[in-house]
T-cell receptor, first 114, second 114 residues
Framework: DGGITQSPKYLFRKEGQNVTLSCEQN?????MYWYRQDPGQGLRLIYY???????QKGDIAEGYSVSREKKESFPLTVTSAQKNPTAFYLC?????????????FGPGTRLTVL | GDSVTQMEGPVTLSEEAFLTINCTYT??????LFWYVQYPGEGLQLLLK?????DKGSNKGFEATYRKETTSFHLEKGSVQVSDSAVYFC?????????????FGIGTKLQVIP
C-alpha cells in the first residue's frame, strides 16, 4: 500500500524538551514538506526538501530542524527554541516540484506542550 | 506575495442543499489551483485541481472552474450530504525561486445537517 505515514498521532512535550516527529513515504516521491496548522491560519510551511541531503527553510522555520538522509524519510525536530509549538503538524510529498505535481498529505501529528 | 482568500465559516447547510464556497486568489503569474478537504483529526486530501484558465476540476460531485478574469476558483456541489461535513482548503501553486510553492487559504468549515 503506497502512502505517507506520520508518527506518533499524538505527542505531548514538556517545556524545554526537544521532540522529533516522523514522516515516512513509500511513494518514491522526491519532494517532502512540513506544514504547521493552527486554527484560523490555514497551513504554514516550515521546511521542504526537493532531494536527498538538501532542504530549505519555509516561512516559519525558527525553532525547528529537519534532515533528509533517505529519500523516504523527512523527520522534523521541534526544539525548545520554538516558543509556541502546540499545533497540528502535517507532512506532505510530491513527485516533483514543477508543473502540476500536487502535494499529498499524511494523517498528521498533534503536538501539545504541557 | 501570493495569497488565497476564502471565508472561514462555518457554512451550515441542510442535506441536499446547493453548496458554494468562494475562493479568490492573488498571484503574479498563472498558478495551478487546488481544493483540498480535511476531515476531523486527519490530513488533507486532494479534492480537485485545475492547471490553466477555464479548466474545470471535478471529483465526487464537486466542481470548480479556473476563472482568470475574476481570479477565482469557487467550489460548488449540487446536493450536499452529511458526509461532506469537513474543512475545505483552496490553494494555489506558483514558481518561487525554482521551487513550486503552495499557498493555502485559511480553510472553510462546512457543516451539513440532516
Amino acid at each position: 500500500d503506497g502512502g505517507i505515514t506520520q508518527s506518533p498521532k499524538y505527542l505531548f512535550r514538556k517545556e524545554g524538551q526537544n521532540v522529533t516527529l516522523s514522516c515516512e513515504q513509500n511513494l518514491n516521491h522526491d519532494a517532502m514538506y512540513w506544514y504547521r496548522q493552527d486554527p484560523g491560519q490555514g497551513l504554514r510551511l516550515i521546511y521542504y526538501s526537493q532531494i536527498v541531503n538538501d532542504f530549505q527553510k519555509g516561512d516559519i522555520a525558527e525553532g525547528y530542524s529537519v534532515s533528509r538522509e533517505k529519500k523516504e524519510s523527512f523527520p522534523l525536530t521541534v526544539t525548545s527554541a520554538q516558543k509556541n509549538p502546540t499545533a497540528f503538524y502535517l507532512c506532505a510529498t510530491s513527485s516533483g516540484t514543477s508543473g502540476s505535481h500536487e502535494q499529498l498529505f499524511g494523517p498528521g501529528t498533534r503536538l501539545t506542550v504541557l | 506575495g501570493d495569497s488565497v482568500t476564502q471565508m472561514e465559516g462555518p457554512v451550515t447547510l441542510s442535506e441536499e442543499a446547493f453548496l458554494t464556497i468562494n475562493c479568490t486568489y492573488t498571484a503574479t503569474g498563472y498558478p495551478s489551483l487546488f481544493w483540498y478537504v480535511q476531515y476531523p483529526g486527519e490530513g488533507l486530501q486532494l479534492l480537485l485541481k485545475a492547471t490553466k484558465a477555464d479548466d474545470k476540476g471535478s471529483n465526487k460531485g464537486f466542481e470548480a472552474t479556473y476563472r482568470k478574469e475574476t481570479t477565482s476558483f469557487h467550489l460548488e456541489k449540487g446536493s450536499v450530504q452529511v458526509s461532506d461535513s469537513a474543512v475545505y482548503f483552496c490553494a494555489l501553486r506558483m514558481n518561487s525561486g525554482g521551487y513550486q510553492k503552495v499557498t493555502f487559504g485559511i480553510g472553510t468549515k462546512l457543516q451539513v445537517i440532516p
